[in-house]
Nanobody, 119 residues
Framework: QVHLVESGGGLVQPGGSLRLSCATS????????MGWYRQTPGKQRELVAE???????NYADSVKGRFAISRDNAKNTVYLQMSSLKPEDTAVYYC?????????????WGPGTQVTVSS
């Protein structure tokens, strides 16, 4: 079992920055993949950024060059640094962890944190 708690969301003006945090109840080094997703009403949840074992990172095209995912293994925390924010970045942001168990993968999600980009 992995518990995830996101924090750092809020209201920011266009062009501003925010840093989201995702604290995990399990050592990050034992987690196969961790990432950030976002969702707006009526739309499917979409990948924002993730890293997998081996430190491979993936970003959505819409955030490349603006967002950066990072982690602090000692604090069991994953971050999403968001810069040059746009109104279209407004969404609920979720943290996801995928843990290998046997031949399968268990999927865990945090409750989400709201990010609103508006003037």
């Amino acid at each position: 079992q992995v518990h995830l708690v996101e924090s750092g969301g809020g209201l920011v003006q266009p062009g501003g920055s925010l840093r989201l945090s995702c604290a995990t109840s399990r050592s990050i080094v034992t987690i196969y993949a961790m990432g950030w997703y976002r969702q707006t009403p009526g739309k499917q949840r979409e990948l924002v950024a993730e890293f997998t074992s081996g430190s491979i990172t993936n970003y959505a095209d819409s955030v490349k060059g603006r967002f950066a995912i990072s982690r602090d293994n000692a604090k069991n925390t994953v971050y999403l640094q968001m810069s040059s924010l746009k109104p279209e970045d407004t969404a609920v942001y979720y943290c996801r962890a995928q843990v290998v168990r046997g031949k399968g993968v268990d999927d865990y999600w945090g409750p989400g944190t709201q990010v609103t980009v508006s003037s």
